[in-house]
């Protein structure tokens, strides 16, 4: 019996289903809508990326993910961070429609069932 309870505890607690999420640190945002993922760091270290000729508003702070395909840089005018959005504690998980998240202090991890997905943090946005 008490192999299965530290086990159980092993184990990320999954958020329920929400619409959108925080990390502890508030740098980092995530709203779920149209079966897509959108997320947001507001302060980075991080070199962005070049911005296209066909984007002129911001650019390499956010990227977005759905349940299948690569994920991309976002060209947005706006923002999903929301300070009354709930917390997605350190060692826990998000989960969506085929969509997952891991939050860590060292950042964001997110992937699709296709293995594609992003790694966000003040320090790095990466798109694998």
Same mark, same amino acid.
């Given at each position: 019996?008490?192999?299965?309870?530290?086990?159980?505890?092993?184990?990320?607690? %999954?958020?329920?289903? /929400?619409?959108?999420? /925080?990390?502890?640190?508030?740098?980092?945002?995530?709203?779920?809508?149209?079966?897509? %993922?959108?997320?947001?760091? %507001? /302060?980075?270290?991080?070199?962005?990326?070049?911005?296209?000729?066909?984007?002129?508003?911001?650019?390499?702070? @956010?990227?977005?993910?759905?349940?299948?395909?690569?994920?991309?840089?976002?060209?947005?005018?706006?923002?999903?961070?929301?300070?009354?959005?709930?917390?997605?504690?350190?060692?826990?998980?998000? /989960?969506?429609?085929?969509?997952?998240?891991?939050?860590?202090?060292?950042?964001?991890?997110? @992937?699709?069932?296709?293995?594609?997905?992003?790694?966000? @943090?003040?320090?790095?946005?990466?798109?694998?």
């Amino acid at each position: 019996m008490i192999r299965w309870i530290a086990a159980f505890m092993l184990l990320p607690v %999954l958020a329920s289903a /929400q619409e959108a999420f /925080q990390l502890p640190s508030g740098n980092i945002h995530c709203m779920a809508f149209e079966g897509t %993922l959108r997320c947001d760091v %507001l /302060q980075s270290t991080y070199p962005r990326p070049p911005r296209p000729r066909d984007c002129d508003l911001d650019f390499g702070d @956010s990227a977005e993910l759905g349940p299948r395909g690569p994920a991309r840089y976002v060209c947005h005018g706006d923002t999903v961070a929301d300070p009354s959005s709930p917390v997605l504690g350190y060692g826990r998980a998000w /989960q969506g429609r085929g969509l997952s998240c891991t939050a860590s202090p060292t950042g964001l991890r997110c @992937s699709n069932a296709e293995g594609r997905g992003f790694e966000m @943090s003040r320090a790095r946005l990466v798109l694998f």
